[in-house]
C-alpha cells in the first residue's frame, strides 16, 4: 500500500519511513504543505499522514483542500498538539485519526492497517480468500495450514490483488501501488512478481485479463 508522508522535521520523517518500509508500506515523503497539495492533486495514494505544523501551507489547510476536493482518502494526523481542542478541530476537519508525537511506530503501523480494512470494507485482520489467508499484520500467508514464503514485493501484490477479489488491476496501478519515488521498476517486473505468485500459490490464482491487467480469480 502506497503512503504519502508529509512532515517536515527531517529526523522523524526519516524514522518514520524507515519503520513503514519495513512494515512493507510504500512511503513517499514531503516536507511542506504546498508541495503535499500539488502531489496530492496529480497523484494516488491510499493513505496521508499529516503534519499540522508545516512550513508554507498549514496541515490543516491541506486536509480542507483535500475534502473540499472530494478526495476521501484516509488520514491519520500527526502532530505535537495533544491539547483536545487541536485534537477536535483535525478530527472535524477531515481526519480519520490522531497521533501525537512521539508514538510507537508499531501503533502507527497498526492504525494504518486498522483504516485501510475499513477502506477496503474487511473487519476482520486478515483477507481470505479461495482457501488463501493473508495477514497484513503479521505479513503471514497461508494456503490452508501451509504458509507460504513471498518475497515483500509478491506480498504487497498479493494484498494488492486480494482486497477486492475480481477487482482488475492494470501495471500500471499495480506499478503505483508497489514502487514509490526513487525505486527502480524494471520493465517486466509486474510479469516477474506475478509468476512468482502464481507458482506459490497456483497458476490459476491469479488471471491475467488480456490488453487490461490482473485479478485473483473470482470465487
Known amino acids: 500500500m502506497r ?14 519511513r524507515a519503520g513503514l518500509r519495513r512494515d512493507g508500506f510504500t512511503v513517499d515523503w514531503v516536507h511542506d504543505g504546498e508541495t503535499a497539495e500539488q502531489v496530492l492533486e496529480t497523484e494516488s495514494f491510499d493513505l496521508l499522514l499529516l503534519d499540522l505544523g508545516l512550513p508554507r501551507k498549514a496541515g490543516l489547510e491541506v486536509l480542507s483542500g483535500l475534502r473540499t476536493r472530494g478526495n476521501g482518502m484516509p488520514v491519520i494526523i500527526l502532530t505535537a498538539r495533544d491539547a483536545v481542542c487541536d485534537r477536535v478541530q483535525g ?5 480519520d ?30 483477507i481470505e480468500h479461495l482457501g488463501v489467508t493473508l495477514n497484513p499484520a503479521t505479513h ?23 482486497e477486492r477479489p475480481g477487482t482488475i488491476h492494470s501495471r500500471a496501478r499495480i506499478e503505483e501501488r508497489l ?16 509468476h512468482g505468485l502464481r507458482r506459490k500459490l497456483g497458476s490459476d490464482f491469479i488471471l491475467t485479463v488480456r490488453g487490461v491487467g490482473y485479478r485473483v480469480r473470482p470465487a
Not at 500467508?141 to 494488492?160: C, D, N, Q, Y
Open 91 to 95: 478530527l472535524d476537519a477531515g481526519a
Open 3 to 16: 503512503l504519502l508522508l508529509v512532515e517536515d522535521d527531517a529526523m522523524i520523517g526519516e524514522a518514520i
Open 179 to 194: 514502487y514509490g519515488w526513487g525505486e527502480e521498476i524494471d520493465s517486466n517486473a509486474v510479469e516477474v512478481h506475478v
Open 140 to 162: 503471514t500467508v497461508r494456503r490452508g495450514v501451509e504458509e507460504i514464503a513471498l518475497s515483500p514485493k509478491e506480498f504487497a501484490l498479493l494484498h494488492l490483488l486480494m
Open 97 to 126: 485519526d490522531y497521533l501525537v508525537k512521539p508514538f510507537d511506530l508499531d501503533e502507527l503501523a497498526a492504525r494504518i492497517r486498522a483504516l485501510l480494512r475499513r477502506k477496503s470494507g474487511h473487519s476482520a485482520p486478515a
